[in-house]
């Protein structure tokens, strides 16, 4: 089945630092490929998606490239502010999904927090 | 603000008793999803429905069940409630109900349950 692995968090970073979160999937088909953003006491918010290989995602200075020969989709920005602290979700989306269905499957967050 | 509204923002209850949670998703959407958000499982798809019909099925007990309306609006019934139903309860919408293919799903701010 579909499966999003994401790096451990907290992530602890001083304001202006180069921020990278690693997210690998496993998929049967061709998925999409999102970043979700949860800030605190908050619903789920998304920040750039990508829909096929070599597509590039970006929102706020975020970036992310939809790799699929590494089938990986990593999120960074080259400045965080305190303000970027949240959890951060990388999900997909497969077309596959049996009976035509649409399903996020989302990884577990990881926890970013961005300190003076 | 995403466009998708959910009520109530939170609620306490007793085990055993029996809550539903209402969705109205964004103006022109007609897939709406529910999941679950817990500390020990993370977020969880429950359920999919496309136009009032079933589309998709998840991890969705036999306690929990969902209809999509007429005009679109969704609730989630949550019977027999137990300690471990206490999480946070996201509604989400999108316009096709196709996977994969980019079609964004956007996330309400989630309705807060807890069981005591």
């Known amino acids: 089945g579909n499966s999003v692995t994401q790096m451990e968090g907290p992530v602890t970073l001083s304001e202006e630092a180069f921020l990278t979160i690693n997210c690998t999937y496993t998929?049967?088909?061709?998925?999409?490929l999102f970043w979700y953003v949860q800030y605190p006491g908050e619903g789920l918010q998304l920040l750039l998606k990508?829909?096929?290989?070599?597509d590039k995602g970006s929102n706020k200075g975020f970036e992310a490239t939809y790799r699929k020969e590494t089938t990986s989709f990593h999120l960074e920005k080259g400045s965080v502010q305190v303000s970027d602290s949240a959890v951060y979700f990388c999900?997909?989306?497969?077309?596959?999904?049996?009976?035509?269905?649409?399903?996020?499957?989302f990884g577990t967050g990881t926890q970013l927090k961005v300190e003076l | 603000d995403s466009g998708v509204t959910q009520t109530p923002k939170h609620l306490i209850t007793a085990t055993g008793q029996r809550v539903t949670l209402r969705c109205s998703p964004r103006?022109?959407?007609?897939?709406v999803y529910w999941y679950q958000q817990s500390l020990d499982q993370g977020l969880q798809f429950l359920i999919q429905?496309?136009?009032?019909?079933?589309?998709a099925k998840g991890n969705i007990l036999e306690r929990f069940s969902a209809q999509q309306f007429p005009d679109l609006h969704s609730e989630l019934n949550l019977s027999s409630l137990e300690l471990g139903d206490s999480a946070l309860y996201f509604c989400?919408?999108?316009?096709?109900?196709?996977?994969?293919?980019?079609?964004?799903?956007?996330f309400g701010e989630g309705s807060w349950l807890t069981v005591v």
């Open positions: 990508a829909t096929k290989a070599d």
């Open positions: 989400a919408s999108s316009v096709g109900g196709q996977g994969g293919t980019g079609n964004t799903i956007y």
């Open positions: 998929a049967t088909g061709y998925p999409s």
């Open positions: 429905y496309y136009n009032g019909e079933e589309r």
């Open positions: 999900a997909l989306s497969d077309r596959r999904l049996t009976g035509g269905g649409n399903k996020l499957t």
């Open positions: 103006s022109g959407d007609l897939s």
